[in-house]
């Protein structure tokens, strides 16, 4: 059994970033599911779908939530949610913090949540030009 990843972001930067992810990586290796979240979208609805998808996720090993942006809507679902035993929440989600999650399919919930915030701060870099940095 491992561990469960909903994904919960606004509009299709979910899919877009596990689609991007499957093509580099070729599949995923964890259970996953991405929930939408639009303008139109209602609260309690969200707050529903959530916890239905986290008890579908669910084996056994918990659920880490990655989310896009922290005091936004599907952050605010996500820790709506968090109160549930075995879940877990990151906010921040990027391309590479979600290819260190799925690169790790075996690890513990706790260990799991450590390798995405490593994977998403990790990745972010100033890329400096050859003029740079030479005055």
């Given at each position: 059994m491992?561990?469960?990843?909903?994904?919960?972001?606004?509009?299709?930067?979910?899919?877009?970033?596990l689609?991007?992810?499957n093509?580099m990586?070729?599949?995923c290796?964890?259970?996953?599911?991405?929930?939408r979240?639009?303008?139109?979208?209602?609260?309690?609805?969200?707050?529903?779908?959530?916890?239905?998808?986290?008890?579908?996720?669910?084996?056994?090993?918990?659920?880490?939530?990655?989310?896009?942006?922290?005091?936004?809507?599907?952050?605010?679902?996500?820790?709506?949610?968090?109160?549930?035993?075995q879940?877990?929440?990151?906010?921040?989600?990027?391309?590479p913090?979600?290819?260190?999650?799925?690169?790790?399919?075996?690890?513990?919930?706790?260990?799991?949540?450590?390798?995405?915030?490593s994977?998403?701060?990790?990745?972010?870099?100033t890329?400096?030009?050859?003029?740079?940095?030479?005055?």
């Open positions: 491992t561990v469960g990843v909903l994904i919960i972001t606004h509009g299709n930067i979910g899919s877009s970033l689609d991007t992810t093509d990586l070729g599949s290796p964890l259970q996953l599911k991405i929930l979240v639009t303008r139109a979208s209602h609260p309690d609805a969200l707050r529903q779908q959530t916890k239905e998808m986290i008890n579908c996720l669910n084996t056994g090993q918990g659920v880490l939530i990655l989310t896009d942006m922290y005091g936004s809507t599907p952050s605010n679902i996500a820790c709506y949610a968090a109160d549930e035993q879940v877990r929440v990151v906010t921040g989600l990027n391309l913090m979600l290819i260190r999650v799925l690169n790790y399919p075996f690890l513990s919930l706790t260990k799991l949540a450590e390798k995405a915030i994977g998403g701060r990790e990745g972010v870099y890329c400096l030009t050859t003029n740079e940095g030479t005055e």
